[in-house]
């Protein structure tokens, strides 16, 4: 009997485990200051971010009316909702800050090249729907090449100390 159950619980995911990773973030941006901030979401929505059906690749963080919103992130429908309780999967999410958090981040994204990224999608240990959020700077070409020189680099220098 508790061989089913624990089935049942490995199709979804627990608190601490990621639910979708933007990889591409620390490649075309140098992100400073993130933060966590709670998502507003449907019923639907958390189902199907239980399961894993969801990416935040293509996904940046806007401003309107002096509130942050979460805007191209997929969150795919969940096969076993009800017609009527269905989401549009890129629908705008509200983040949930405080005031001087948000205030903040909207006077940093005024600034030239400045925009927000959103990092990282998980639960947190009380079971909450978590995105972690960062202030990114749009890097150039040269420094795209640095950072992938660097990390060649320190693969090269673990395997020669791996031989050793």
Do not use: C
Not at 25 to 52: C, H, N
Not at 112 to 128: A, C, H, Q
Not at 132 to 138: D, R
């Amino acid at each position: 009997m508790a061989d089913k159950a624990d089935k049942k619980r490995k199709n979804f995911l627990t608190a601490g485990q990621p639910i979708a990773v933007n990889k591409r973030a620390r490649y075309d941006y140098a992100l400073e200051t993130p933060i966590e901030a709670g998502i507003q979401l449907t019923g639907s929505e958390v189902k199907s971010l239980r399961s894993g059906h969801a990416s935040i690749a293509e996904a940046y963080v806007g401003e309107k009316g002096g509130e942050l919103f979460l805007l191209n992130a997929t969150i795919e429908d969940y096969k076993m909702a009800n017609a009527l309780a269905t989401h549009a999967p890129k629908r705008p999410r509200k983040l949930l800050l405080h005031k001087k958090e948000i205030d903040r981040f909207i006077g940093a994204i005024k600034r030239e090249g400045y925009t927000i990224i959103p990092t990282r999608l998980y639960f947190n240990g009380r079971n909450t729907a978590k995105v972690e959020i960062a202030l990114g700077k749009g890097k150039k070409m040269y420094d795209k090449r640095a950072t992938e020189k660097a990390r060649d680099w320190s693969r090269n220098k673990r395997s020669l100390l791996r031989e050793k």
